[in-house]
């Protein structure tokens, strides 16, 4: 399948790994590029610019196909070396960056000096107009339903995309409630040129975590995330456990005057406890009510080449079959 996105990214099939806090690593990212996708390490998860060019430097064994590296740029008073990993990521030749959080302008002259290709995540069309502007090659729009940060209008997919397409000028990809051939057949039908998996991608073999964490997402059902952190416009999609159920009674009780210490146990620093141990109460996680259309552990090459082969019947067989012949 030929798109904007396998042109501009040089990738077989118009798909996209997401960067995932403790799931984006070597052997993730690797599998997805081998299978035609895009892979993407999570560059703030190997916490400094070191550890990123040595993971960069392993997925580079494991694969000689495109893939990238996710930066997120948080608010912190006292914020990661972002330069330093701008620097590592050029050093280990990576040509493909997955910005998000805040905007990337500031850091755009140096990667795209180098030659880089940059994806910005956007959760608003107003969002994804700068992110052009400021000179990013491609978006991913992310609906309401994605796991993780879904922004605060609160508009899914369904309105999101169309929008984009309406507005944008520079390709881009859905994100939020993609798990299929299904999924990525609507998402080009309105407008999207490929979609960005997370959640979906958790759940399979090579996803480096805990296999209590990919059982979870196949027991869920789209009724078992929950919203956090509302109060305090940092909205988060998480799977619903005694953690998190805790943390909502919190800010249930507290209001208006919730901060985040308040909160702080059940989600600062909880991913190697959830991700690499298992340990499923430990806090909130982002997970998105996609979970509620997986339902099995697929290598990456099945669930992939399953998406591809079953998006063809859907496009030639069930869509075409739909328009009346001429007479």
């Not at 956007?122 to 400021?134: G, I, N, P, S, Y």
Request: hydrophobic share 45%; aromatic share 4%; glycine share 10%.
């Amino acid at each position: 399948m030929k798109t904007r996105i396998t042109e501009l990214f040089g990738i077989e099939h118009p798909i996209i790994q997401g960067g995932m806090h403790y799931v984006g690593f070597a052997e993730l990212a690797s599998a997805v590029s081998n299978a035609g996708g895009l892979g993407l390490i999570t560059g703030l998860t190997q916490r400094t610019p070191e550890n990123l060019g040595k993971e960069i430097a392993r997925c580079r064994e494991m694969t000689d196909k495109p893939f990238g590296v996710n930066l997120t740029f948080l608010p912190a008073v006292t914020p990661p070396d972002y330069p330093g990993f701008i620097r590592a990521i050029i050093e280990g030749g990576v040509k493909i960056v997955e910005t998000a959080g805040n905007n990337p302008q500031k850091y755009m002259p140096a990667l795209k000096e180098a030659g880089i290709k940059v994806i910005h995540k956007c959760t608003a069309v107003r969002h994804a107009l700068k992110a052009e502007a400021v000179g990013c090659d491609a978006v991913s729009v992310d609906g309401f339903e994605c796991g993780g940060h879904p922004g605060e209008d609160d508009v899914p997919n369904m309105i999101l995309l169309p929008r984009a397409a309406e507005a944008l000028k520079i390709p881009f990809v859905a994100s939020g409630g993609m798990a299929d051939a299904r999924s990525l057949v609507a998402a080009l039908a309105m407008g999207a040129d490929g979609m960005n998996m997370g959640t979906r991608f958790i759940a399979t073999q090579e996803a480096p975590v805990h296999v209590h964490v990919k059982e979870a997402i196949v027991a869920a059902s789209e009724l078992d995330t929950r919203l956090i952190m509302r109060p305090l416009r940092n909205t988060e999609r998480v799977l619903n456990n005694a953690s998190v159920q805790r943390l909502l009674e919190k800010e249930r009780e507290l209001g208006p005057q919730l901060k985040f210490a308040d909160i702080a146990e059940e989600i600062a620093g909880v991913y190697p406890a959830i991700m690499q141990r298992g340990d499923m109460d430990a806090g909130g996680w982002s997970c998105g009510m996609v979970a509620g259309l997986i339902h099995d552990i697929p290598t990456v090459k099945e669930l992939i080449d399953r998406i591809m082969g079953e998006s063809e019947t859907l496009i030639r067989g069930r869509l075409e079959g739909m328009l009346a012949t001429a007479a």
